[in-house]
Nanobody, 125 residues
Framework: QVQLVESGGGLVQAGGSLRLSCAASGRTFSRFATGWFRQAPGTERKLVAAASASGVSTYYVDSVKGRFTMSRDNAKNTVYLQMNSLKPEDTAVYYC??????????????????WGQGTQVTVSS
């Protein structure tokens, strides 16, 4: 079992920044890939960014490339999502998730076995 707790969400003006954190406990966190997802009201939950267990390989959806950066500190069992140049369309509940292997998946929610409770990010125009 892996328990995930997100933090760092909030209200920010367009152009601002936030850093989300996802603290993990339970299984050996460093062995598993992680992902950040977001879900806006009335929409499906979608992958925003992902990183392999080592952190060497990363993935970003086109809409956040150049603005969001995902990183992980395995010593602290924590994954981060640095979000810069935020836009109103980034408003959503953000979730972190963990796979059961070293590689991430980009095909929807499949492959992510453990989820946090989510943290709200609201970007005002």
């Amino acid at each position: 079992q892996v328990q995930l707790v997100e933090s760092g969400g909030g209200l920010v003006q367009a152009g601002g920044s936030l850093r989300l954190s996802c603290a993990a406990s339970g299984r050996t966190f460093s062995r598993f890939a992680t992902g950040w997802f977001r879900q806006a009201p009335g929409t499906e939950r979608k992958l925003v960014a992902a990183a392999s267990a080592s952190g060497v390989s990363t993935y970003y959806v086109d809409s956040v490339k150049g603005r969001f950066t995902m990183s992980r500190d395995n010593a602290k069992n924590t994954v981060y999502l640095q979000m810069n140049s935020l836009k109103p369309e980034d408003t959503a509940v953000y979730y972190c998730a963990v796979t059961s292997g070293p590689y991430y998946y980009t095909n929807g929610l499949s492959g992510y076995d453990y989820w946090g409770q989510g943290t709200q990010v609201t970007v005002s125009s």
